[in-house]
């Protein structure tokens, strides 16, 4: 079995930062990409940063040059450093891992962190 668990999350005023962490464990073959997703009250879950595992980046707009997203391969987890917040980050944060057990390719979410970011 897989399980992929965030950490991070918290309350921070506009202009300030936090490290979003996100580990998976379990029966993992290899981890083909981990990302990062986002749902506000009333809004669809959005995609914010992603990256493959040959360490290809991929961002939304609205926090290019805020938001960086790594990975330790090691031990399989993502990192999302997010800087100069705003109030509209405010959200549920989830990480999504695309993971490989075996020859079983899926994707699993994890249960999701709270960043709420006051103006």
């Known amino acids: 079995q897989v399980q992929v668990v965030e950490s991070g999350g918290g309350l921070v005023q506009a202009g300030g930062s936090l490290r979003l962490t996100c580990a998976a464990s379990g029966s993992i073959t290899n981890i083909d990409s981990m990302g990062w997703y986002r749902q506000a009250p009333g809004n669809q879950r959005e995609l914010v940063a992603q990256?493959?595992?040959?360490?290809?980046?991929n961002y939304a707009d609205s926090v290019k040059g805020r938001f960086t997203i790594s990975r330790d391969s090691a031990k399989n987890t993502v990192y999302l450093q997010m800087n100069s917040l705003k109030p509209e980050d405010t959200a549920v944060y989830y990480c999504?891992?695309?993971?490989?057990?075996?020859?079983?390719?899926?994707?699993?979410w994890g249960q999701g962190t709270q960043v709420t970011v006051s103006s």
């Open positions: 990256i493959t595992n040959g360490a290809g980046t």
């Open positions: 999504y891992d695309l993971i490989r057990s075996g020859y079983r390719v899926r994707g699993y």
